[in-house]
RNA sequence: UGAGACGAUCGGGCAGUCGCCGCUAUUGAAUUAAUCGAUAGGGGAGGAAAGUCCGGGCUCCAAAGGGCAGGGUGCCAGAUAACGUCUGGGUAGCGAAAGCUAACAGCCAGUGCAGCAGAGAGUAUACCGCCGAUGGCCAAUCUUGUAUUGGAACAGGUAAGGGUGAAAGGGUGCGGUAAGAGCGCACCGCGCGGCUAGUAAUGGUUCGUGGCAUGGUAAACCUCACUCGGAGCAAGACCAAAUAGGUUCCUAUUGGCGCGGCCCGCGUUGGGAACGGGUAGGUUGCUUGAGCCUUAGAGUGAUUUAAGGCCUAGAUGAAUGAUUGCCGCCUUUCGAGGUGACAGAACCCGGCUUAUAGAUCGUCUCUUUUA
RNA sequence: CGGAGCGUAGCGCAGCCUGGUAGCGCACUUGCAUGGGGUGCAAGGGGUCGUGGGUUCAAAUCCCCCCGUUCCGA
């Protein structure tokens, strides 16, 4: 598979697929405006799915904006993240954040994901899983 | 040139690289279909896509005739598929003008409402005031009377003035009167009628007539005129797994259980098949349309007629993006930085409303200033 | 995407239909009762009625436009 591309298989597009997701993380990463959670599956590549809240982002147009901007990083880290099914989740403060830094910030985070699975700093222990 | 009014258009451009979503053509996966790829071509957010405030198309449901109730609209005429929209005209208000604004029908059909203040708030009223002619009261005078003069303000008259209020029942002047009053007259205003211009709203009038009402509120009930069935593409139509369940038939003279002493039989259960409903999910509805552009004709105009040309997003955990260079624009401490504002299609149109950096074009006005 | 509501004192609600005075409970402040607290009694403060227009003499109330917020419908 080709580093670069986006297809259509490699989207979360069911409710089955979010559900187990959200049901059991095998991985995390966030900061204060982004997190994501990830469940491995047996396909043999990473999948993408995307949550922006319309309580976080008001307009539609920062919404768009910050989805494209998760998936134009994916499509260029995809390759690093095995077999991972991925959500992304957005937190209130996202649309503060101007295009590059929210890039930069996702970019770190994919790697963060990799190396640190379990990957919370222990100062911000989060254990409600609700959602 | 400056200030301003109205209308229209645009909403960075070009090129390269990496991606996303439809369409068309060719082609591959043994073959048809479906599906999944590959290559090439071509397309891919807006003027508001927004708010969902109106009106339609379309779909299903209900009714199919008429009335009531309820909702909506409201100067007149026209445009339109339709409208609460638009155009033209009228009236009123604002402005120096170009122009702008107006839910702009009816409280002389009826019912209601108007707190506080004030004397009085709707077939007017009498607190202060004014008058007190007339009828009474008191005093003086001499002419002794149905007298004259003066006084008080008892009855009474009054709506000029003060005061209250958002609002006090035409205005000004003259006459008139005890004081006043449309009580009378003139002018203005108003109502009704006539004549006249206009399709009409409405306007005009050296015409006649009425003494003068007909106060405000209908985004109060209401009256009058016109109009409206309900829900919405998450409408609706089609395909249809797993699991559970329904109907019908077959199977077992050889299944189990119950009724029974036993057989037949019946019920239930087992196995199989068919049928219909239908959830998850999928397909469709889904983009050729009251469409856009150009030219010509009709009309003051909204708009419309004819001819020619064009095809211009259709997603569904939801595409339309990222990045590099040049040009353009803006800011600048001359190193550089930014690329805009409002904002992202979800069945489709016609409007309205709200948000909006900046740029361009056209028509028109002018109290002032310049030529 | 479509369709319904609700915004009034710090909090939860009346008042709106039928227009003129914004009220109730809890909370808050002060005083009294108690040695002190709780509790009780009495008094008091606090509201651009979500925003902006319009109708009206007068708008929380009637009518429009916005802004929040909640609930429905695969």
Redesign the pocket.
């Known amino acids: 598979m080709?580093s670069?591309?986006?297809?259509?298989?490699v989207?979360?597009?069911?409710?089955e697929d979010?559900r187990k997701v959200f049901g059991k993380a095998d991985a995390k990463a966030q900061t204060g405006q982004i997190l994501i959670l990830a469940h491995r599956n047996d396909l043999g590549y990473a999948r993408l799915?995307?949550?922006v809240a319309k309580?976080h982002a008001?307009?539609?147009?920062d919404r768009?904006?910050i989805?494209?901007?998760i998936?134009?990083s994916f499509?260029h880290n995809q390759s690093k993240l095995e077999n991972y099914d991925c959500?992304v989740l957005s937190r209130p403060g996202a649309k503060d954040l101007d295009?590059?830094q929210l890039?930069h910030m996702i970019d770190k985070l994919w790697t963060r994901l990799r190396q640190n699975p379990n990957g919370n700093r222990p100062r911000k222990k989060r254990t409600d899983q609700k959602n």
């Open positions: 080709t670069t591309v986006f297809p259509r298989q989207r979360l597009l069911t409710a979010y799915g995307l949550v309580k008001k307009r539609a147009v768009n904006e989805k494209r901007m998936r134009e499509r959500v295009k590059i890039r």
